[in-house]
């Protein structure tokens, strides 16, 4: 799994705190969403060449993590 600690960003000035890619505009719901509407990891690479497959691959752990927190509250 990526660490995606390294790769998800927060910052209140960027998108209102949501959680970033690097730093950049684009969210991780951004990227599930893409993901969810079927697009495949080539096709959001493609539509986005500043993004990266461990970016994807963070965006999944990431919400794999937030995810099983809120199941174990």
């Known amino acids: ?3 995606y600690r390294s790769i998800i ?3 209140k000035d960027i ?5 970033c890619i690097r730093g950049m505009r684009i969210t991780v719901y951004d990227i599930l969403g893409y ?4 697009m495949e990891y080539d096709e959001i690479l493609a539509d986005f060449p500043y993004l990266t497959k461990d970016d994807i691959l963070a965006s999944l752990a990431f919400a794999a ?5 809120i199941l174990v509250a």
């Open 1 to 3: 799994m990526v660490d």
């Open 15 to 19: 998108r209102d705190g949501k959680p």
């Open 65 to 69: 993590d937030q995810n099983k927190s």
């Open 35 to 38: 993901l969810a509407s079927g």
């Open 9 to 11: 960003t927060f910052n």
